[in-house]
């Protein structure tokens, strides 16, 4: 893809990803993912590169950019076929969240494990009972003496397993009025009380879903990141990041699948010319390809917005570019497995997986359909119904 809209620096930083995701490659993820191991390699290799930690300040180890580099890694190594989910919450979300609003102890603790990839963090807001109302979220924090006690669960949960910590969105009372308010606290994965079990995905991921009960967790008061009363704009602070990540990872996705069905289409041939000379074949790609470009017209709009401070301005672009992100990933791999006819569906080929992981980016972190809600009463003015 031509990339018009990006610095020299850009340019270059997508090359040398490019570059680091070929020598993995999707083999490389898949045979990870099939042997039930993690990216490590990978992993290490991108951290020493810098890339985990471009976002992060360089005070503390990272790269001093911002999302703008941040995505261009994860969709360089997703368009390679090995994108690193845990990207989206480690160093984006929790990384963010940290570098913003954490105390200065927070940010020597975390910062440059998480810049140097030695370090990771999951991000758990989703509850069974809540879902994509996370108004109604009831993990909640209680003070005991100098302690937090926090109690709860979480559900669809990435990387607990693999990551030091959780930073769990839980609630705290106001003192003041008695209504509950939002509260992150980061906790250590083998905290007494907090406990998981994995959840069985029809993913062909290294990364794993889990489900967590949080049963009277006892945390030191530097657990709660920030100032308490700051819980809502930490909140909104990380999910912009994570929602142009999110893009990061569709858009690589749709490239990949869309690579190999144009290689496909251009010399697979079973009349007198190869495939994709039927228009039937090729322009569904060329649409597939079209909408993957305004999708991350629309990612780098939202970076860009959320780099240079303009959190509500971002708030828009980022959900804006994650719906249509999502949209042509989804597009895309259904028209690449279609391109390959029945080799879309073997395991050699290895499209037939990207069915079910394109879906992912159209519900998470936030539904297709919560984002039309966003626009349409945000953008739009139109009224609620819920
Ligand atoms: C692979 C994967 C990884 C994930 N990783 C994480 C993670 O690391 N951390 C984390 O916190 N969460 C994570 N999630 C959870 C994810 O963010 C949620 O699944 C998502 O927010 C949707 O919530 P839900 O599944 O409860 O769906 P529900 O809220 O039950 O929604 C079900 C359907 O109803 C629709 N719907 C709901 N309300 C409305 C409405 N008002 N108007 C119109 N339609 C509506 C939704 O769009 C959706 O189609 C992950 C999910 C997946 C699949």
């Known amino acids: 893809m031509a990339t018009t809209v990006e610095t020299e620096e850009h340019e270059a930083l ?29 992993w290490a290799d991108a951290a020493k590169l810098g890339y985990l930690g471009v976002s992060l300040p360089e005070e503390y180890g990272g790269g001093g950019g911002g999302i703008a580099e941040l995505s261009i890694v994860l969709e360089e190594l997703g368009a390679a076929g090995c994108p690193l989910l845990m990207m989206v919450v480690s160093p984006a979300i929790c990384g963010t969240v940290i570098s913003r609003f954490g105390t200065d102890a927070q940010k020597q603790a975390w910062l440059p494990g998480l810049a140097d990839g030695s370090r990771t963090m999951a991000f758990g807001i989703t509850e069974p009972d809540a879902g994509s109302n996370s108004h109604r979220i009831t993990t909640t924090a209680r ?33 003041r009025t008695g209504s509950l308010k939002p509260c992150l606290f980061i906790v250590p994965r083998d905290t007494p009380g907090f406990s998981r079990s994995v959840i069985d995905m029809e993913l062909h991921a290294a990364e794993k879903q889990f489900e967590l009960v949080l049963d009277e967790v006892r945390l030191p008061a530097e657990a709660l990141v920030g100032d308490e009363d700051a819980g809502l704009l930490q909140l909104f602070a990380g999910l912009n990041p994570e929602r142009i990540m999110t893009a990061a990872f569709a858009i690589g996705m749709g490239r990949y699948a869309l690579a190999k069905a144009v290689d496909y289409a251009k010399t697979r041939q079973v009349w007198k010319e190869a495939i994709g000379t039927h228009q039937a074949i090729a322009h569904p790609l060329a649409a597939a390809h079209i909408e993957l470009e305004l999708a991350r017209l629309m990612m780098q709009k939202a970076a860009h917005l959320y780099d240079a401070g303009d959190d509500m301005g971002a708030g828009e672009a980022a959900n804006m570019a994650k719906y249509a992100a999502a949209e042509a990933c989804v597009k895309a791999v259904d028209q690449s497995v279609h391109t390959l006819g029945g080799n879309g569906l073997t395991r050699e080929y290895g499209l037939a997986a990207l069915i079910t992981a394109s879906r992912v980016s159209r519900i998470a972190p936030v539904s297709r359909e919560m984002i039309l809600n966003f626009v349409s009463h945000q953008t739009l003015g139109l009224p609620k119904s819920y």
Not at 14 to 42: K, S
Not at 143 to 151: A, H, I, K, N
Not at 155 to 174: K, P
């Open 14 to 42: 997508r090359a040398a990803v490019a570059a680091l995701g070929q020598r993995y490659g999707r083999e490389y993820l898949a045979r990870v993912a099939r042997e039930g191991g993690h990216p490590d390699e990978l």
């Open 143 to 175: 003070r005991d003496g100098d302690t937090w006690v926090l109690s709860g669960r979480k559900v669809f949960i990435s990387g607990v397993d693999i990551a030091d910590a959780t930073l769990i969105v839980g609630r705290t009372e106001d003192a």
